[in-house]
Structure formats: C-alpha cells, structure tokens
C-alpha cells in the first residue's frame, strides 16, 4: 500500500501560482512513477503531468505545457507540482497517483494504470 497526501491548494488570481506537494508513505517511493490529475465538477477526470521513478522524464498535457513543472524528491517521499501562469479553467481538485508496472511511456497519462491515490486539493483560480 502506498498513502498519498497532498497540499497546497487554495484560491489564486489569474496569473498567478501555487505549488502543490503529495507525501507519500507505505512501499518504497522511488518504485513508483507518479502523477497528477484534475478534476472539475461536471467532467472527468483528466492527465495533468506525470514523472518518471527516476524523475529522468516527465510528461505533460498540451494544456499545462510551458505553465507547470513536475518534479519529485525520492528522499523525501515528495512529489510536487508547480503551477505559474494560472488561468480559470485550471480550477479543479487536483489529485496525485501512484503507479506501479507496466512504466512504459504510453501508460502515463492514462489513470487506470495508476494504483494509489490520494483524496485531492481544491485549486481555484479566479478571474
């Protein structure tokens, strides 16, 4: 079992940034690739990034590209987060996952390939 807790959502102007952060504890961190996920009310669930176990790649939706940055401490248990850039159709419950094999390229923007999840952060991005 792999828990994951994140923070540091909240209410944020346009333009502006946050930092999300997910602890992890349970099974060794650094076997697991990670992600991050959103979801507004009304819709499904969507990929927002995703990182390698040894944080050697990292992916992103077309629609955070450029804005937000993945990153993972393996020593800390700690993924992250970064969103600058802010815009309104960002604002969502941000969740991070936890994935175990297959860790081939094709599987990680996909949420049924990741097995842990954590309950989520509000992010809400005003105009």
């Known amino acids: 079992q792999v828990q994951l807790v994140e923070s540091g959502g909240g209410l944020v102007q346009v333009g502006g940034s946050l930092r999300l952060s997910c602890a992890a504890s349970?099974?060794?961190?650094?076997?697991?690739?990670l992600g991050w996920f959103r979801q507004a009310p009304g819709k499904e669930r969507e990929f927002v990034a995703a990182?390698?176990?040894?944080?050697?790649?990292?992916y992103y939706a077309d629609s955070v590209k450029g804005r937000f940055t993945m990153s993972r401490d393996n020593a800390k248990n700690t993924v992250y987060l970064q969103m600058n850039s802010l815009k309104p159709e960002d604002t969502a419950v941000y969740l991070c996952?936890?994935?175990?094999?297959?860790?081939?390229?094709?599987?990680?923007?996909?949420?049924?390939?990741?097995?842990?999840w954590g309950q989520g952060t509000q992010v809400t991005v005003s105009s």
């Open positions: 996952a936890a994935g175990g094999p297959p860790h081939s390229a094709v599987y990680y923007s996909r949420s049924q390939y990741y097995n842990y």
């Open positions: 349970g099974r060794t961190f650094s076997n697991y690739r």
């Open positions: 990182v390698s176990r040894s944080a050697t790649s990292t």
